[in-house]
C-alpha cells in the first residue's frame, strides 16, 4: 500500500514533471521514437509484404520472420547494438532494435492478410477486368484491412514495451523512470514509471483500436464478427493452411 | 582463428598468446571466456531454464481452469480473454516494476510477471482447442457413457492437444526471450550476464549470454514438438496414411508466427480438428 500511496505523490508533484529527466521531456522522447520508428517499420514492411502477398510468394518467410522474432530477446539485441560501433551514434541503437522487432507482427500480418483474401472475390474481379493494380488496391487491401491493422496494433505495443526496454541499455524514454527509481532504491518512483509506461501501452492500443474502426474501409460492410481475435483466428487458421 | 592459425608458421606461438588476446582484446567471440566463466555461464542458464519452466508451467496450471470457465459460462469469455490481454499489453520491464514492491527483489517477481503473459497465449489457444472440438465426437463419447470428467480428459483433451501445444510452443519461446529482462530485479538468468556484460562493456559476455539464450528457445521449441508427436501418435499415423506430411508440419510453424506478439496460435484446432477426428471416431467406435 506504500508503493501506491508513494506513487500517487510522486506523480503528485509538479517538480517530477518538469526538466531534463521529467515525466513530459521522456514521454516526449518515448513518443518520438516510438512513432518514427513505426513509421520506417511501416514504409519497410508493408510495401514487402502486399507485394509478396499479391503475388503469393515468399510465405515461408513472411510466416517465419515472426517466429525468430519472438526467440530473439529484445534486451539482448538492445545491448549488442549499444556496445557495437552503431553505440556511439545516439539513438541510433534504439531505432534500429525498434524496427527489427517492429517489422515481424506487421510484415506477417498483412502478408496472411492479402493471402485470405477471399479467392472467390478476387476471381471474380479478376474476371470483370481488373488489372493487377486495381485487384490490390480495391480488392485485396480492403479484404486484408482487418489484419494490416492487427499487425500495427501488435508493432505498435511492441514498439512502446522496446523504447520502455532501451532505458535498460542506456536510451531515453520513460523506462529511464523505472530505471533511474531502481538505481536509487525508490520503489515509488519505480511504480509511478511503471504505471505510466502501462497507461500508454494500453492509450496505444486503445487508440488504435479506435482507429481501425473508424478507418475501415469497409465499415459496416463487413460481416458481424462476435471477437476481435480469439474467434476470428480459426477461420483464418483454416484458410492459409 | 583457424584461418589464421594455418597462414602463420609459429601457431604455437600464437595459441599461446591468441586465448590472453581475445579477453584483453575485448572480442565478441572469445573462447577463453567461455573456458574461464563455463561456471558463471553454466548457473545462469540454470536459473534462466528454472524460471522459464516454472512460469510456463504454472501459467498452464493457471490457464487450463480459466480456459474451462470461459468455456463454461459465455459471460466469463469476455472478461478473462479481455483482461489476459490488457495484461499482455503492459511492457515487461513496466510489469515487473509494478510486481516489485508485492514480491520485493525476488525471484517471485519475474516468475509472476512471465506467468501473467503466458496466460494469455495459453488460455487463448486452450478455449479455441476446446471449442473446436466437434459436438458429435461429443455426443458420441455421452452416448457411450463418459461422465463430464472423463469426456474432458480423454476425449477433448487429445483433440485440443495440437493447438494446446502450439500454444505452450509460442509462450515457451517468448518466456525465454522475456526472461533476460528479469535482469532489472537480478534473476534474469542469461540477462544477467548481459546486464553485467553491458555494465562493463564486456562484449564476449553479452554475445555468449544472447546466442545461449537463443539456443535455449531453440531446444525448447524442439523439445516441446517432440512431445507433441509423443502424445499425439495418431497424428503421425494420419500423415503417413494421406501423405500430407510437409502441410501439417509447416502449418504449425506457421500458425505461431500468427499474431506477432499477440500470438494466437488458436487458429490451429481447424487443422487438429479435421486430423484428430477420423483417428478419434475410429477410437470411439
Not at chain 1, 147 to 161: D, E, F, K, N
Not at chain 2, 182 to 209: C, H, P, R, W, Y
Not at chain 2, 259 to 269: N, S, Y
Request: hydrophobic content about 50%.
Amino acid at each position: 500500500m506504500d508503493a501506491i500511496t508513494g506513487a500517487w505523490d510522486w506523480l503528485g508533484s509538479a517538480a517530477n514533471w518538469a526538466g531534463e529527466s521529467g515525466v513530459w521531456h521522456r514521454l516526449g522522447q518515448h513518443v518520438q521514437l516510438s512513432v518514427v520508428c513505426l513509421a520506417i517499420s511501416c514504409l519497410l514492411a508493408l510495401p514487402v509484404a502486399l507485394y509478396l502477398g499479391h503475388l503469393g510468394k515468399g510465405g515461408a518467410l513472411a510466416l517465419n520472420l515472426a517466429n525468430v522474432g519472438r526467440a530473439v530477446p529484445t534486451y539482448a539485441v538492445l545491448v549488442l547494438l549499444t556496445l557495437s560501433p552503431l553505440g556511439k551514434a545516439g539513438d541510433w541503437p534504439t531505432i534500429v532494435a525498434l524496427v527489427l522487432f517492429a517489422v515481424p507482427p506487421l510484415l506477417t500480418n498483412a502478408y496472411v492478410g492479402m493471402r485470405e483474401a477471399d479467392r472467390d472475390v478476387v476471381e471474380a474481379a479478376r474476371g470483370m477486368g481488373m488489372s493487377g493494380r486495381q485487384l490490390l488496391i480495391r480488392v485485396e487491401l480492403p479484404l486484408a484491412y482487418p489484419l494490416i491493422m492487427t499487425g500495427l496494433r501488435s508493432a505498435s505495443v511492441q514498439v512502446v514495451a522496446t523504447v520502455t526496454l532501451a532505458a535498460l541499455a542506456g536510451g531515453g524514454g520513460l523506462g529511464r523512470i523505472i530505471t533511474a527509481g531502481f538505481g536509487n532504491y525508490d520503489t515509488p518512483q519505480v511504480v509511478a514509471g511503471a504505471v505510466l509506461v502501462a497507461g500508454l501501452a494500453l492509450l496505444v492500443e486503445a487508440v488504435l483500436v479506435a482507429v481501425e474502426r473508424l478507418c475501415d474501409p469497409m465499415r459496416g460492410k463487413r460481416p458481424a464478427r462476435t471477437g476481435r481475435r480469439g474467434i476470428r483466428a480459426p477461420r483464418k487458421e483454416t484458410a492459409a493452411a | 582463428m583457424s584461418t589464421l592459425l594455418s597462414t602463420y608458421p609459429n601457431t604455437a606461438m600464437i595459441q599461446a598468446a591468441g586465448p590472453r588476446n581475445c579477453l584483453q582484446a575485448n572480442d565478441w567471440i572469445c573462447g577463453e571466456y567461455v573456458r574461464s566463466r563455463g561456471q558463471e555461464l553454466l548457473d545462469a542458464t540454470v536459473q534462466h531454464v528454472w524460471i522459464t519452466v516454472a512460469s510456463v508451467a504454472i501459467g498452464l496450471l493457471i490457464a487450463f481452469p480459466l480456459a474451462l470457465l470461459a468455456r463454461q459460462r459465455r459471460g466469463a469469455a469476455g472478461p478473462v480473454l479481455g483482461l489476459t490481454t490488457i495484461l499482455y499489453t503492459v511492457p515487461s520491464l513496466a510489469m515487473f516494476a509494478l510486481l516489485t514492491p508485492l514480491f520485493g527483489v525476488s525471484a517471485a517477481v519475474v516468475v509472476t510477471g512471465l506467468v501473467l503473459y503466458s496466460l494469455t497465449i495459453l488460455v487463448r489457444n486452450i478455449l479455441a482447442g476446446l471449442q473446436a472440438v466437434p459436438e458429435e465426437v461429443r455426443e458420441a463419447a455421452r452416448g457411450m457413457g463418459y461422465g463430464p470428467l472423463r469426456l474432458l480428459f480423454q476425449v477433448e483433451l487429445p483433440l485440443a492437444l495440437p493447438a494446446l501445444m502450439a500454444g505452450l510452443r509460442i509462450a515457451t519461446v517468448s518466456t525465454v526471450a522475456m526472461t533476460t529482462i528479469g535482469a532489472v530485479v537480478g534473476f534474469g538468468g542469461l540477462g544477467n550476464l548481459i546486464d553485467s556484460g553491458m555494465q562493463g562493456f564486456f562484449k564476449a559476455e553479452v554475445l555468449t549470454a544472447s546466442v545461449l539464450c537463443v539456443l535455449l528457445a531453440l531446444i525448447a521449441d524442439l523439445l516441446l514438438v517432440g512431445v507433441q508427436r509423443a502424445l499425439t501418435p495418431w497424428t503421425r499415423a494420419g500423415r503417413a496414411g494421406t501423405g500430407g506430411a510437409g502441410a501439417g508440419g509447416k502449418d504449425e510453424e506457421g500458425t505461431g508466427g500468427r499474431d506477432g506478439k499477440g500470438g494466437t496460435g488458436g487458429g490451429r484446432p481447424g487443422a487438429g480438428r479435421t486430423r484428430g477426428l477420423g483417428r478419434e471416431r475410429k477410437a470411439v467406435a
